[in-house]
């Protein structure tokens, strides 16, 4: 999925996350990101995959702040179970290099989606990029 062929997202769903559709280990939806550092800690992306990783991790560590950097807490399992980030809408020179993370994902054969909200939980942290959440609904 190219995001230019997704729904644009509107103001009636001020949130985008980009997801895994199936739940990991502990119960929750990776995101894009997580996805394609999977892929790498396993060796899995190709010399020119991990280029486009690696360069673009980089420009996303300094084009806006990391959560737990500004709070340490904010990916705690325990103090906030099943924390995640979610792009503000009107971030979209954020949200446009999702692309090559998406292209990635699938040369892998790994679905990831595009979900939009205007509630995705209780907010943990916020910037004017991005927030973190505990989702509404928690697995058991």
């Not at 230019?4 to 985008?16: C, I, L, R």
């Not at 991790?57 to 806006?64: H, L, Q, S, V």
Request: glycine share 6%; aromatic share 10%; with cysteine.
């Amino acid at each position: 999925m190219k995001i230019v062929e997704a729904k644009t997202p509107s103001d009636e769903a001020p949130y985008v996350r980009f997801q895994s559709p199936i739940r990991n280990h502990r119960g929750y939806f990776t995101g894009v990101f997580g996805l394609v550092n999977l892929l790498a800690r396993n060796g899995k992306l190709t010399p020119e995959q991990e280029r486009f990783r690696r360069a673009n991790n980089d420009w996303y560590n300094t084009a806006y702040p990391a959560p737990s950097t500004a709070d340490p807490t904010v990916y705690d399992h325990e103090l906030h179970p099943g924390a995640a980030a979610w792009f503000k809408s009107t971030s979209q020179h954020l949200i446009a290099r999702v692309d090559g993370y998406l292209e990635i994902l699938a040369a892998h054969g790994i679905e990831c989606r595009m979900i939009q909200s205007s509630s995705p939980g209780r907010i943990v942290y916020e910037d004017e990029h991005q927030i973190v959440v505990i989702p509404h609904e928690n697995p058991p």
